[in-house]
């Protein structure tokens, strides 16, 4: 969500004449988007916000903007701790942070706000809903996103077709709920009728979504993943904790059969799914047998990528104010190393089965002095192209796996050796 916001904010900057900068020293505007989704993120962003303040002091003028979830309703706090800090803007403010640029450089804001990034490459995220009406106890997206609204398949069909008029391949639509998408719209809508209308766009060949709730993922979503040819065959769907009380006290509204069951329906549904997953270790009251039903869920499963954490206290979340946070540290360090431990191996064993295999792979660019791409399963591939030209990004390319790790694929163009 932050990336899509920092684009889309990036090329409305561009549109009023200005370029963006490595270096926030020699920047005129330095614009702060901030996640506080973990303790950590946000610890991030204070430190570097205090880092700004050298910034400030040496170049007085300079407009430093705060953005995203760290900025709630009211601000004030946040002003008398930073008071050099000259604009704070909530999520999808770009309006406000635009305006108030322009009128501090005398600069021409018609035609801006137009939600599309200039150049924007192969890959695009695109926000499709704002918010959540979920509520979990530990997290303070609500409440700092507000509530779900969703963006009209109209509004969202005219974005993305003019990515694909200039060169976007890929789209990812984002929600904080994906699959709540459109439940507030009048007449109302769902995922699918968005991902069947998207899909009609000439020339935009994949499209990918994130992040699911079990909840909220129909049978039709699933029936529609696997009908439309340009849905990619990934889903992340969190399960957070294999145990039942755990998941009640996080208030997220499913069991552990339930979400086993919903599982068990994709992989049936979908041939050839890949699952991605998110989980919390040392939840409040986390026992260590309940710990272990989370990786017994882990290793039934299988999943093919895990974004594990450790749990971390949110002011204003109903977890802190509710629930005492007993679990050691030092605990949670250890089980989160065993999960990361276990999910290693499991992917390097999933990986090794597509040895062999000949992918399509649409190529994104360099990473690390390296031509590489994604398979529409989201696998990571590294393309060695002996041929010089073949892998241009934006062409998709049938790879031939050779080599596997844990974390990526390798192979050569086929019909190259």
């Given amino acids: 969500m932050n990336q899509s916001d920092s684009d889309r904010l990036s090329s409305e900057f561009q549109k009023l004449g200005m370029s963006e900068l490595e270096s926030h020293e020699e920047a005129d505007i330095v614009v702060l988007n901030t996640c506080v989704v973990r303790q950590s993120a946000e610890d991030s962003a204070t430190k570097m916000l205090r880092k700004l303040y050298k910034d400030k002091q040496e170049t007085p003028d300079k407009l430093l903007v705060v953005m995203g979830c760290m900025v709630g309703p009211d601000a004030s706090d946040l002003s008398q701790e930073f008071p050099y800090v000259d604009l704070w803007a909530r999520p999808q403010q770009f309006d406000l942070i635009v305006d108030h640029t322009a ?53 969202l069909n005219c974005e993305i077709s003019l990515y694909v008029d200039n060169g976007v391949k890929e789209i990812t639509l984002l929600g904080q709920n994906i699959d709540s998408y459109g439940h507030d719209l009048r007449p109302r809508k769902d995922l699918a009728d968005l991902l069947e209308s998207i899909h009609e766009i000439d020339g935009l060949e994949r499209i990918r979504f994130l992040t699911s709730h079990p909840n909220d993922m129909s ?53 050839g799914v890949t699952l991605t997953t998110d989980l919390i270790v040392g939840f409040p009251g986390e026992s260590r047998t309940q710990f272990e039903n989370s990786v017994e869920i882990l290793k039934f499963i299988k999943f093919d990528k895990v974004h594990a954490a450790a749990y971390s206290e949110r002011s204003g979340t109903v977890a802190s104010r509710n629930l005492a946070d007993t679990v050691e540290q030092r605990e949670k360090k250890l089980r989160l190393r065993e999960i990361n431990d276990i999910q290693q191996k499991i992917q390097s064993e999933k990986n090794k089965k597509f040895l062999g295999d000949t992918l399509d792979i649409l190529v994104e660019g360099e990473r690390r002095g390296r031509i590489f791409g994604r398979a529409k399963n989201d696998k990571i591939v590294y393309i060695n192209d002996d041929v010089g030209k073949l892998c241009s990004n934006g062409k998709t390319v049938k790879v031939k796996i050779n080599q596997t790790s844990s974390w990526s694929l390798e192979g050569v163009p086929s019909g190259t050796g």
């Fill in 219 to 271: 049978n039709r979503i699933i029936r529609t993943v696997n009908d439309l040819p340009k849905v990619c065959n990934n889903i992340n769907l969190p399960f957070q904790s294999g145990d039942d009380v755990v998941l009640s006290n996080m208030k997220r509204g499913y069991t552990r059969d339930q979400y086993v069951e919903k599982i068990r329906e994709i992989k049936q549904e979908i041939p």
């Fill in 103 to 155: 009128v501090k450089y005398g600069l021409d804001v018609d035609g801006c706000l137009s939600n599309v990034v200039q150049n924007p490459g192969v890959n695009r995220y695109v926000s499709v809903v704002h918010g959540c009406d979920k509520f979990c106890t530990f997290c303070i997206i609500p409440y700092r996103r507000g509530r779900e609204s969703s963006r009209t398949i109209k509004q």
